[in-house]
């Protein structure tokens, strides 16, 4: 089975809503991840997130490494938050190495 | 500003043919990665590479080699393509000794005839 289950698996908004992305880990992880992709584009680190809590403006990560889950709140989300957001585990215990993705979770901004 | 370059980024091939898709990175990082995206698979690991010299096999090696020639060129190497290796092909570097994170090219579309 997957390795990475994201949820949802989509999400549509209204501007302005907090949106909530789950990802959890079946097997031990050494870190993980959380990427952005725009349609049709590239993929962008937004966290690199070992464990706890980290916030870049209106975004906040937390992961627990113990329990396998991390979790991508987005606060006031604006029309340009659409895109599809994956979170990715480090398997290695030296890092950054058989990094494993989710299916990724596509959010929907609607003015 | 960590940059991966892909070439070609749009790729139109026949089966049987040979593919060779190419990754240039600048950021002087030890681990280069490909993965494939196809809908409802998020990113899939292919081969990945420790530095020069050396390949390794992914999560789904079949059907493709990798090479490393240098520090900042890794290769995925389609030998006979097949049409379910219509993808879109992702090269990525990083180096868990400095920050852990992963830096993505822009995306090489394969379409195989």
Same mark, same amino acid.
């Given at each position: 089975?997957?390795?990475?289950?994201?949820?949802?698996?989509?999400?549509?908004?209204?501007?302005?809503? #907090? &949106?909530?992305?789950? @990802?959890?880990?079946?097997?031990?992880?050494?870190? *993980?991840?959380?990427?952005?992709?725009?349609?049709?584009?590239?993929?962008?680190?937004?966290?690199?997130?070992?464990?706890?809590?980290?916030?870049?403006?209106?975004?906040?990560?937390?992961?627990?490494?113990?329990?396998?889950?991390?979790?991508?709140?987005?606060?006031?989300?604006?029309?340009?938050?659409?895109? +599809?957001?994956?979170?990715? *585990?480090?398997? =290695?215990?030296?890092? /950054?190495?058989?990094?494993?993705?989710? &299916?990724?979770?596509?959010?929907?901004?609607?003015? | 500003? =960590? =940059?991966? +370059?892909?070439?070609?980024?749009?790729?139109?091939?026949?089966?049987?043919?040979?593919?060779?898709?190419? @990754?240039?990175? +600048? /950021?002087?990082? #030890?681990? *280069?990665?490909?993965?494939?995206?196809? +809908?409802?698979?998020?990113?899939?690991?292919?081969?990945?590479?420790?530095?020069?010299?050396?390949?390794?096999?992914?999560?789904?090696?079949?059907?493709?080699? &990798?090479?490393?020639?240098?520090?900042? #060129?890794?290769?995925?190497?389609? %030998?006979? =393509?097949?049409?379910?290796?219509?993808?879109?092909?992702?090269? &990525?570097?990083?180096?868990?000794?400095?920050?852990?994170?992963?830096?993505?090219? %822009?995306?090489?579309?394969?379409?195989?005839?």
């Amino acid at each position: 089975g997957q390795q990475v289950q994201q949820s949802p698996t989509s999400l549509v908004l209204q501007e302005g809503e #907090n &949106a909530e992305l789950q @990802c959890n880990f079946s097997t031990s992880l050494n870190s *993980m991840q959380w990427f952005y992709q725009r349609p049709g584009g590239s993929l962008v680190s937004v966290f690199y997130n070992p464990s706890g809590t980290k916030q870049s403006g209106r975004l906040t990560s937390t992961t627990v490494i113990k329990e396998r889950r991390s979790s991508l709140h987005i606060s006031s989300s604006q029309i340009t938050d659409s895109g +599809t957001y994956l979170c990715a *585990m480090d398997r =290695a215990n030296y890092g /950054n190495e058989k990094i494993t993705f989710g &299916a990724g979770t596509k959010l929907t901004i609607k003015p | 500003e =960590a =940059a991966v +370059t892909q070439s070609p980024r749009n790729k139109v091939a026949v089966t049987g043919g040979k593919v060779t898709l190419s @990754c240039n990175q +600048t /950021n002087n990082h #030890n681990n *280069m990665y490909w993965y494939r995206q196809d +809908t409802g698979h998020g990113l899939r690991l292919i081969h990945y590479s420790y530095g020069a010299g050396s390949t390794e096999k992914g999560d789904i090696p079949d059907g493709y080699k &990798a090479s490393r020639p240098s520090q900042e #060129n890794f290769s995925l190497i389609l %030998e006979l =393509a097949t049409p379910s290796q219509t993808s879109v092909y992702f090269c &990525a570097s990083g180096d868990h000794r400095v920050t852990g994170q992963l830096y993505f090219g %822009e995306g090489s579309k394969l379409t195989v005839l």
